[in-house]
């Protein structure tokens, strides 16, 4: 199996930073795309930026500009630089990976547990 640890999350206040960790484990041949998301109390999960193996990186409209995904493939471990963080931002993130777990085999997505990011008005 596959087990994606988010870590880095916390409180801060508007206008601060915080960066995120995800690391993958396991049974891991190649990870294709990876990605964050977040979830706001009453609202639905939002992608918040992905990038794939490549590097090539995609960004939810409200995040653009200020926040930065990037990976370590070496590592299987993805980051998210967030920078002048908004009270809107308040959520928990998650993180997601497309795993190929073996040589020709179906990749499959896998979730981490989450996160939770505060941010102060």
């Known amino acids: 199996q596959v087990q994606l640890v988010e870590s880095g999350g916390g409180l801060v206040q508007a206008g601060g930073s915080l960066r995120l960790s995800c690391a993958a484990s396991?049974?891991?041949?190649?990870?294709?795309?990876m990605g964050w998301y977040r979830q706001a109390p009453g609202k639905q999960r939002e992608l918040v930026a992905d990038i794939t193996s490549g590097g090539r990186q995609s960004y939810g409209g409200s995040v653009k500009g200020r926040f930065a995904i990037s990976r370590d493939n070496a590592k299987n471990t993805m980051y998210l630089q967030m920078n002048s963080l908004k009270p809107e931002d308040t959520a928990v993130y998650y993180c997601?990976?497309?795993?190929?777990?073996?040589?020709?085999?179906?990749?499959?997505?896998?979730w981490g547990q989450g996160t939770q990011v505060t941010v102060s008005s």
């Open positions: 396991g049974r891991i041949f190649s990870i294709n795309a």
């Open positions: 997601a990976a497309l795993v190929q777990m073996v040589v020709a085999g179906t990749p499959q997505n896998y």
